[in-house]
């Protein structure tokens, strides 16, 4: 039996970046406030938890002093930096530079927009660390919509302005905007723009390559992962032979009967290690 990994899977630039920052900390000193789960991966949490990561809710977080605390690549909205600050807290920002962009353009277009005759509009998770953070550039006034389901919370007789949370796909994108240009009045204006993370958005094509291949596919991800659901979703349309795994401990034997080749993949909160650990886990307790 053959077991492969996808070269192609997981951390991306922006997860790479914060769990660097952590760890660079870490090494100067024994503790390190993280405000949510760094990555949605509990056994890369485990890991640097076990380094003096400290991860903490929004509730401790408004009563923590005087520590340094680490923003993780998700972004957050201006009221936790003025938290922050008012709370003598040091930050490592660990923003993804990606978000940080979107944050800023959605920022600007909110206050360019008159809230009386314009809506600001997000495409994405409702309560996603990520989109929380973007609804908070708008102090608090976006209408987050999850697909096309949500979108009749829209008031079509005045002009709407799009985003899209940076881990969705663009074809669930593609489709919001479509219906959004069929229930418009005619004399109002939507302007849509695609804030998709190509890094994220293009291991589709290659995700979907991979699973192909193989006659059983493992998925590693953290089940909070927005973007292992999309890929997870995706590779499910092509190979059907296919489990989602979040932990080692996870892993059903009796799936590899028959079995000539599996294929390893997973999301872009994955860690490599974590695959590999899963690859050799396969190795000892299947082939012989």
């Not at 003025?82 to 930050?91: D, Y």
């Not at 708008?138 to 096309?148: L, S």
């Not at 799936?255 to 886990?281: D, H, N, R, Y």
Request: negative net charge; hydrophobic residues 40%.
């Amino acid at each position: 039996m053959i077991v492969e990994i996808d070269t192609n899977s997981g951390f991306c630039f922006g997860v790479v970046t914060a769990i660097h920052k952590a760890e660079e900390e870490l090494d100067k000193s024994d503790k390190l406030h993280c405000l949510g789960a760094i990555v949605h991966n509990s056994m890369e949490v485990r890991r640097l938890e076990e380094k003096g990561l400290v991860t903490i809710d929004r509730d401790m977080f408004d009563h923590l002093h005087g520590q340094k605390i680490l923003f993780r690549a998700h972004g957050e909205p201006p009221s936790t930096y003025i938290q922050a600050k008012k709370n003598n807290l040091t930050i490592i920002d660990a923003t993804c530079p990606v978000v940080l962009n979107l944050q800023k353009r959605i920022r600007k277009a909110y206050l360019a927009s008159d809230s009386q005759q314009t809506q600001i509009v997000i495409y994405g998770k409702k309560a996603h660390a990520e989109v929380n953070g973007l609804v908070g550039q708008t102090d608090g006034n976006a209408i987050v919509i999850e697909g096309v389901e949500d979108l009749s919370k829209l008031d079509y007789s005045k002009n709407i302005c799009l985003f899209s949370q940076t881990t969705k796909s663009i074809e669930g994108f593609n489709k919001i905007v479509a219906e959004i240009q069929k229930r418009m009045d005619s004399d109002k204006t939507f302007v849509f723009n695609d804030t998709i993370c190509r890094q994220v958005a293009n291991r589709i094509p290659k995700i979907i390559n991979f699973v192909a291949r193989h006659d059983l596919i493992l998925f590693v991800s953290g089940r909070e992962s927005s973007n292992g659901k999309v890929l997870f979703d995706e590779c499910k349309k092509v190979n059907s032979n296919i489990y989602m795994i979040s932990d080692l401990d996870e892993v059903d034997y009796t799936i590899f009967e028959g079995v000539k080749s599996v294929g390893i993949c997973g999301a872009t909160s994955t860690p490599k290690w974590l695959m590999e650990e899963l690859k050799q886990k396969i190795e000892q307790n299947v082939i012989p």
